[in-house]
Nanobody, 120 residues
């Protein structure tokens, strides 16, 4: 079993910043890609940012220059620094990890989600 636990969401004013964290624990041999998705009210889930084990990074165009993804492989943790936040960034942010388990299975895991609300 593998668990992803997110933290760091909250209410912030436009232009503000937040830092999200997602820690993976359990029967982990290695983690390939780690990603952040979000789902806003009435919207489909979208990939916000992803980082490979080797540090390759991708962002959705709408967050480039404002969000920064990073990871600590030794702690099985991925971070998302959100800056210059806009009301349209309001969403539940979910962590995703492609995990090679201790049994050498490649499985996808999701966190429970953390709410980010951008409002004045």
């Amino acid at each position: 079993q593998v668990h992803l636990v997110e933290s760091g969401g909250g209410l912030v004013q436009p232009g503000g910043s937040l830092r999200l964290s997602c820690a993976a624990s359990g029967e982990i041999f290695a983690i390939n890609d780690m990603s952040w998705y979000r789902q806003g009210p009435g919207k489909q889930r979208e990939l916000v940012a992803s980082v490979t084990q080797g540090g390759g990074i991708k962002y959705v165009d709408s967050v480039k220059g404002r969000f920064t993804i990073s990871r600590d492989n030794s702690q099985h943790t991925v971070y998302l620094q959100l800056s210059s936040l806009k009301p349209e960034d309001t969403a539940v942010y979910l962590c995703n990890a492609q995990v090679v388990t201790s049994g050498y299975l490649l499985l996808t895991y999701w966190g429970q989600g953390t709410q980010v609300t951008v409002s004045s």
